[in-house]
């Protein structure tokens, strides 16, 4: 592609607009379309572009109509239901697609997406993983690369996102997404990050999900998980989805090794706590976890998930100018968001253990 600004249309306008927002500014992009099917987000969002400077934005109340406008790419940020039908779709009207996560919703999807991927040879498809872009996530995959944790035997990670008590609503309508959708097929945050430090992939699952009295009456079963993975290299995952008991907000991470371990501090917020140690090339740390100071981002700056969401769309463009490789292709999108997929219905089965399709992964 020649030297140019991209034109990026935006779709999906809750989660959109305030990922796109980043952008504002870049010699490199131009925020040229908007999509939203609600109305007052639309012009809510029009309304704040045009004071920060977004002039001669094309509007639109459908991903039909913005995929017929002289974009040259489209970040979606529809509902998750729908990533892949709206990515096919996009790759078809001849735009280079940022999708957020999950990529899939089912087995067939998966086919369905690489095909239309693959198919699609000079345009770039992304899955919108953000978590991958943690500092402390970049350091731990680099320490595993040098081989500060020997083989990694076990990891665990934890994403625990629930309101307060006195703050339980029904936010959503009835037939929404995040009413019925298992708390453990969202998953990409935590599996994603770990496969992408220790360069593997899943093979099968078990997982279990509580049956006790509900936390919040507006969520459908299946409002927490736990899952268990068997990766291709033989280590062992564990997944842990809240989104239905008193834990507030956070993300926590581990990983064991033949020759060093390091997991976040649990007792504070993720944002600010740093990371500990056991390390074979540090020996005084056999006994006790030592303190690294590596945090969420570079910076105490944790706009956008810690700063983020801004390196992730922006590499995202970057690709496209370069005509590189997605920092996180189609294949990647699918090992992460399909075994949230597998590990639902083995919950749905009592917790069967379940194979996740090799030809797929």
Not at 97 to 108: A, F, K
């Amino acid at each position: 592609m020649e030297s140019k600004r991209i034109k990026l249309g935006v779709v999906g306008l809750k989660r959109g607009a305030y990922v796109a927002w980043t952008l504002i500014g870049d010699d490199n992009v131009v925020i040229r379309a908007i999509a939203d099917s609600d109305p007052e987000v639309l012009k809510a969002c029009k309304e704040d572009y045009a004071k920060n400077g977004v002039t001669d934005l094309l509007c639109f109340d459908s991903i039909e109509e913005l995929l017929k406008s002289d974009i040259d790419a489209v970040y979606i940020a529809t509902d998750k239901p729908l990533h892949t039908r709206h990515t096919v779709m996009a790759l078809e009207a001849g735009k280079h697609v940022l999708s957020e996560i999950p990529s899939v919703e089912t087995i067939e999807e998966a086919k369905i997406l690489r095909d239309a991927v693959r198919a699609h040879p000079t345009l770039k498809y992304m899955a919108g993983e953000n978590c991958f872009y943690w500092h402390f996530i970049q350091e731990w995959k680099k320490m595993h690369e040098s081989g500060r944790f020997g083989d990694i035997l076990y990891a665990e990670s934890e994403y625990l996102h629930a309101p307060h008590p006195d703050e339980i609503k029904p936010y959503v309508p009835e037939n929404h997404w995040r009413r019925y959708s298992p708390a453990i097929s969202y998953l990409t945050h935590n599996l994603g990050p770990l496969l992408y430090i220790m360069d593997d992939y899943c093979v099968s699952v078990s997982c279990m999900v509580p049956d006790s009295a509900k936390y919040n009456p507006y969520r459908e079963k299946g409002e927490n998980g736990i899952a268990i993975f068997r990766t291709a290299k033989g280590a062992v995952i564990r997944i842990f989805i809240g989104f239905g008991m008193y834990v507030g907000y956070d993300h926590n991470f581990a990983l064991y090794g033949t020759r060093g371990s390091i997991l976040t501090d649990k007792t504070k917020p993720l944002e600010s706590a740093h990371s500990f140690a056991k390390l074979y090339d540090t020996p005084d740390t056999f006994e006790k976890f030592t303190e690294i100071p590596i945090k969420l981002s570079e910076t105490d700056d944790v706009y956008g998930h810690g700063g983020v969401d801004a390196k992730m769309i922006r590499d995202f463009i970057k690709c496209i100018i370069e005509d590189t490789e997605p920092p996180i292709d189609v294949d990647m999108g699918i090992r992460i968001s399909l075994p949230g997929i597998i590990a639902a219905e083995s919950a749905r089965r009592g917790g069967e253990l379940l194979e996740i399709p090799k030809e797929i992964v």
